[in-house]
């Protein structure tokens, strides 16, 4: 019986980066389409040839294990797997009580998917600026006893 995967801990993916934010709305689709087995996934996405995009077991277990795909196709194969297998439409609004234009479940992936990948995949928050290294041998002290300024 094939095991199902759990979310990765913050530790492995950390909290409040656009990575896990993205690993989270996967993990909501995965979730909604009842744990699938990898191989089903790939197999749903194997008979489906109108997809773009396709993705093989291991690159399913990489996107759920916290990596980022580079192509939205293959994002978009998947998540369109879980939908197929969930009650889940991706054409539905998230939000179907705002106020605003509508934003459909695919939406939510996508702009997901967008704002992982351009995150730093090794920023876990706000890094200190390196202090620039002064390599100009004449800007560095005196390390003898004469002055370079005239006696008077």
Do not use: C
């Not at 054409?91 to 996508?110: I, L």
Request: glycine share 4%.
């Amino acid at each position: 019986m094939p095991r199902i995967i759990r979310m990765p801990r913050p530790d492995v993916v950390p909290a409040g980066t656009k990575r896990r934010e993205f690993l989270e709305e996967m993990f909501l689709l995965y979730r909604a389409s009842g744990s699938p087995a990898l191989r089903e996934i790939e197999e749903w996405i194997r008979a489906n040839d109108e997809l773009k995009g396709s993705a093989s077991t291991e690159t399913i277990r990489r996107i759920l294990r916290g990596h980022v795909p580079p192509r939205w196709h293959t994002v978009e194969a998947i998540a369109l797997a879980f939908y197929a297998m969930s009650n889940m439409k991706p054409d539905a609004e998230r939000y179907p009580d705002s106020m605003g234009d509508p934003f459909t479940n695919m939406d939510a992936t996508r702009r997901a998917w967008a704002e992982a990948i351009e995150e730093d995949p090794d920023a876990t928050g706000p890094q200190p600026r390196r202090q620039a290294r002064n390599e100009d041998p004449w800007a560095q002290p005196a390390t003898s006893g004469f002055d370079d300024e005239p006696p008077f």
